[in-house]
């Protein structure tokens, strides 16, 4: 039997899909460091003029700068528990693209100035600047960006700060540096685990960065498009045991970096709330460059008129059939128009493209939107 399985904070656990449980061993915390303490003592009333002051004299942005790449907006902003500090969300502009960029920001009281506390490490800094829209690599270490038709741009979304994630082929890079202990991201043999170095990271933002704040509960996935899907759940993995469970993953629409806000399931799939009915789709991609469509609703297995495997719901040769197909599925069970979400998974073998790709054509032939779409993995 086909199994399939999805996570739950610090647990893998089965869905109507699948038959056992897989459990994730999380490293230990690391402790905290001090952050880094203010590098200016001139006056500053608000967080937009911190941040001009910042761009003119704090030694940290200059890579920015070297880089011709220049500040915009503020665009999200998290006050922080002991209102001393705040997690910023700035725009940065880089040539056609924009970025989101996060800060901290300090004050020694409620009534005094702001300033700088914590930037990214410099090699994130240099993997988000390094970002192409190419199908080709146009540097070595550059991902190429996963694309997709999502219209809304990331440095447009309302939203409250988040971890980025950036993984190429070969590392995993985040805003406290980069992560040499996952080289085998692309390897399909390599175990379901996380990155113990992610999860580390994840827990180093919450603690220090985020102070343990509950409400930034998201990570941004940057993810090279040709990395596997098995890839993708696995820094997944490491982020929702944390309580991250809010994943954008942000992508390129011809041009311009843009972002898909998805869910890691942070339930019991046996025990949904009353108001979730969920409509479970799986995808597996068979000989012939076939993809075949497992869909299950209130447990039972939905199936039309098909030529491909029998376990299957049905096959596609590619994906403008997709469409259709559903269409076709949804009139001869008419109880799936009830579902309010979807679960979409794929399994270790599909790339993380292609299965975006088809998770979009999902959602929109099926009018579910994207905030109501969670993401889970076939073992």
């Excluded at 088809?358 to 076939?378: D, M, R, V």
């Amino acid at each position: 039997m086909i199994s399939f399985h999805h996570f739950i904070t610090a647990t893998i656990a089965a869905s109507i899909l699948s038959t056992g449980v897989f459990t994730a061993e999380l490293a230990a915390q690391t402790p905290a460091p001090t952050p880094a303490q203010p590098t200016s003592n001139a006056p500053v009333n608000s967080l937009t003029d911190a941040l001009s002051l910042a761009f003119d004299t704090d030694h940290r942005l200059a890579i920015l700068a070297e880089n011709a790449a220049q500040p915009g907006n503020i665009l999200s902003i998290e006050i922080l528990g002991s209102k001393l500090t705040a997690l910023v969300e700035i725009e940065i502009i880089h040539g056609d693209k924009k970025f989101r960029y996060p800060l901290k920001f300090g004050r020694n009281t409620t009534s005094s100035h702001w300033q700088i506390y914590w930037t990214p490490d410099e090699a994130y800094t240099k993997a988000l600047l390094s970002i192409t829209h190419a199908t080709e690599f146009l540097q070595p270490n550059a991902p190429i960006l996963t694309s997709s038709n999502a219209t809304t741009p990331w440095t447009d979304q309302t939203r409250i700060p988040a971890f980025p994630v950036i993984a190429t082929q070969s590392s995993i890079i985040t805003p406290f540096g980069i992560i040499h202990s996952a080289k085998d991201l692309s390897d399909l043999a390599a175990p379901l685990t996380p990155p113990d170095d992610l999860v580390r990271h994840t827990t180093r933002w919450i603690t220090q960065i985020l102070e343990d704040a509950p409400a930034p509960a998201a990570i941004d996935l940057i993810l090279d498009a040709r990395l596997p899907w098995k890839a993708a759940t696995r820094l997944i993995m490491a982020t929702s045991a944390n309580g991250l469970f809010r994943t954008n993953v942000i992508t390129n629409n011809q041009g311009a970096i843009t972002t898909i806000p998805l869910n890691a399931p942070v339930f019991d799939p046996q025990q949904l709330p009353d108001h979730i009915k969920m409509l479970t789709v799986g995808i597996y991609p068979l000989p012939a460059k076939k993809i075949g469509f497992r869909i299950a609703y209130n447990n039972e297995i939905l199936q039309i008129p098909h030529e491909c495997p029998t376990e299957m719901s049905f096959c596609t040769e590619n994906i403008t059939e997709l469409p259709q197909k559903l269409q076709e599925l949804t009139q001869a069970f008419a109880q799936t128009q009830q579902a309010t979400h979807i679960m979409f998974a794929a399994p270790k073998n599909a790339s993380f493209q292609t299965a975006i790709d088809y998770l979009q054509a999902t959602i929109h032939t099926l009018q579910i939107p994207p905030e109501k779409t969670f993401i889970g993995f076939i073992q």
